[in-house]
Each structure stands twice: as structure tokens, then as C-alpha cells.
């Protein structure tokens, strides 16, 4: 997979007060912060619906996930398990083996989305992105890259990725149907 130049690099949001961030960006090669397309929040602790935001290039998971996690590093033990939206993702292998680490591949229907979640540090971390259409506009991404990875930031998911009211209501009504179809009652 090959990475426009002009992409993004990986760094934290600007300026916040909080403490250094859990993923020191500094110690990243460049060529994975350069490729990954990856901004993460710089608060040590959570805030907000997502960790940070990624721009894949495709919808094929297992071509775009190695240099994520590479990008992401192993400060806290090895990557485990990444899970996914069904439906947002081209059918991707159970499992996939990115450098000495095996990785779990996990796909649900009800996971939000435009979201993907890293775990690892043997359970102990778990990071939830946004994720950025790879069809998205270059000028549209960024801002959707810059807004998620805000120290601070607590916007929803449409939100963040500029979608707007319209994208609220149909979501609100999916999830709607989908209550009524697992036996729940909408009055």
C-alpha cells in the first residue's frame, strides 16, 4: 500500500494541557507516520467518542492494517485484536500476522460504523478510531483527522466526520428498526 506524500502525518492534537500522550509519536518511524494517515488524541486519559482518527487508503482491512499498527507501535506488548464494522470493510481473514505478532481480526454488524478498535497491552489497551472513508476528499479528511484527534474533543461520530442532522436522524432511525427487530419497542 502506498500513501499519498501530502497525507497527514501521525502527531498529537495541538496543545492541550493534559499529560504526554500514551503513544509517544516521536519514536515512530517516518515512513509509518507518513503512510498510516493517523492522528491520535495527546490526553493520557479518554475523552470523547474516539481515540484519534485514520485515513486508510481502501476498505481492504487486512492490505491497510500493518502499517496502522506499525504506526501505532508496541509500547504496551504486542497488538491483539482489531474489531470492525461488517459492512464498512471488504471480507477480511479471522487472523493476520503483522511482523512476530498474530493479530484477531473481529467483524460485528452492531460495532459503530465508521470505527475500528485496537487492542492490546495484553487487554490492557484499547484505542477506538475513526475511521476516514478512504474516498474522502484530501481537504474533508483532514479536518476529520485534526477534529477527532483534538485534545478535549467529544463530538459524535457524524459529527466529526462533517456528515451533519440529516446523518442523525437516519442513524437514529436504524437504530430504531434494529430495536424492534431484537424485540425492544419503539412508542
Known amino acids: 500500500m502506498t500513501a499519498p506524500t501530502s497525507s497527514a502525518p501521525v502527531s498529537p492534537a495541538p496543545a492541550s494541557p493534559a499529560p504526554a500522550s500514551p503513544l509517544p509519536t516521536s519514536s515512530l518511524p517516518a515512513q509509518s507516520r507518513r503512510n498510516a494517515r493517523l492522528r491520535v488524541k495527546s490526553e493520557s486519559r479518554a475523552t470523547g467518542h474516539v481515540d484519534g482518527a485514520w485515513w486508510p ?26 474489531t470492525y464494522n461488517l459492512t464498512m470493510w471488504e471480507p477480511a481473514a479471522r487472523k ?73 436522524a437516519e442513524e437514529s432511525e436504524e437504530s430504531a428498526e434494529r430495536w424492534e427487530l431484537d424485540g425492544g419497542r419503539v412508542r
Open 96 to 168: 493476520l500476522t503483522v511482523g512476530d505478532s498474530r493479530i484477531r481480526l473481529e467483524g460485528f454488524r452492531s460495532q459503530q460504523r465508521e470505527t475500528v478498535t485496537v487492542v492490546g497491552g495484553y487487554g490492557h489497551v484499547r484505542l477506538t478510531l475513526l475511521v476516514v472513508p478512504p474516498e474522502a476528499a484530501p481537504a474533508s479528511a483532514r479536518a476529520s483527522l485534526a477534529a477527532a484527534s483534538q485534545g478535549g474533543n467529544t463530538d459524535g461520530i457524524d459529527s466529526l466526520l462533517g456528515s451533519g442532522d440529516s446523518a442523525d
Open 57 to 82: 487508503c481502501s476498505r481492504d482491512l487486512a492490505a491497510e492494517l500493518p502499517e496502522l499498527l506499525t504506526a501505532l507501535g508496541s509500547q504496551w506488548g504486542p497488538w491483539e485484536r482489531v
